[in-house]
């Protein structure tokens, strides 16, 4: 069978290539060069810098609501789509109301 781009003719690869493919992987997670893709939802979280159960309080909803949002297993209505906007644009404001809605 002829080599094609170091696959099979037919698009497979061989038990050897596999193995150097996942053993480069490693080495690029172990070097911290992966690449971690958030959600909009864990994206407005993680800039806010609060935790989960602060941000889920805020945001009137359960911890396991926001993990699924931030899983992207359920999407965030209308309205909470348009608040996690603007903690994204402004996370001083999730802030300030996380230390409000604790000291109260």
């Known amino acids: 069978m002829a080599e094609l781009g170091g696959m099979t003719g037919k698009?497979?690869?061989t038990g050897e290539e596999l193995g150097q493919k996942l053993l480069a992987s490693v080495r690029q997670m172990k070097a911290g060069a992966g690449t971690v893709?958030?959600?909009?939802?864990a994206q407005a979280r993680i800039a806010s810098g609060l935790s989960q159960t602060?941000?889920?309080?805020?945001?009137?909803v359960s911890v396991r609501t926001l993990q699924e949002w931030e899983q992207g297993r359920r999407r965030p209505s209308g309205a909470a789509q348009t608040l996690l906007a603007v903690a994204i644009r402004h996370p001083d404001v999730l802030r300030e109301l996380a230390m409000e809605h604790h000291g109260s």
Do not use: E, I, K, Y
């Open 37 to 41: 893709v958030h959600s909009p939802t």
């Open 11 to 13: 698009g497979n690869m």
């Open 54 to 60: 602060q941000f889920a309080g805020l945001m009137g």
